[in-house]
């Protein structure tokens, strides 16, 4: 009984930032937003720090000049079929006009195939491909915004070709043996 009435007197002393009164402590309470305005859409909304901020709305032209973009120009969501990297090649992915390195989302797909190369041992392909890839994403490092895309794609590289190395060593000393 006194865990609710605990409940209702926090409410009430909450103010306009979102702290209590009483105990100097954030209010975690949910709060729906507060429609402003009904024509434009806009609603008044607490963000987690507590501050109000107004959220401009949307017309029902621009909703459905989305639900175009999305469904017709885009075709709606992706589905990517289970496997689907065993059947691409990386390097016609690479080598494809519509794929833009600038955006990340390719840059992670590309630097995936890096990955599972890597993961599958395949260790002479992998180099190949961080080979190419380190110099196309390499003008797109303004500021050192993709720096750790970089470094890892460089450590990928440098660690495939050691362990060739190490491997044809022990390949080498193997025939000396026989």
């Given amino acids: 009984m006194s865990v609710i009435s605990d409940v209702a007197v926090a409410r009430r002393a909450d103010d306009a930032s979102g702290y209590s009164r009483t ?27 507590g501050k109000s901020k107004v959220r401009k709305g949307q017309s029902e032209e621009e909703y459905q ?5 999305y469904f017709e120009v885009e075709q709606g969501p992706k ?9 691409v090649d990386p390097m016609a992915l690479l080598n494809d006009p519509e794929k833009d390195l600038q955006i990340k989302n ?6 995936s195939f890096c990955q599972r190369l890597y993961y599958q ?3 002479a392909e992998c180099a190949a491909l961080c080979d190419e890839l380190l110099p196309r994403y390499e003008p797109f490092n303004k500021k050192n915004k993709i720096k750790r895309e970089l470094e890892e794609l460089e450590y990928m590289a440098q660690q495939s070709k050691n362990i060739l190395r190490i491997n044809e060593a022990t390949e080498s000393i193997d025939k000396i043996r026989m």
């Fill in 106 to 111: 390719t840059r992670q797909k590309l630097t």
């Fill in 23 to 49: 105990n100097g402590i954030k209010n975690q309470s949910i709060t729906k937003p507060l429609s402003l305005d009904d024509s434009s859409g806009e609603v008044l909304v607490r963000k987690a720090t």
């Fill in 79 to 87: 589905r990517t079929d289970i496997g689907w990297m065993d059947k």
């Fill in 121 to 123: 041992k395949r260790y």
């Fill in 65 to 69: 000049g989305q639900l175009h973009q």
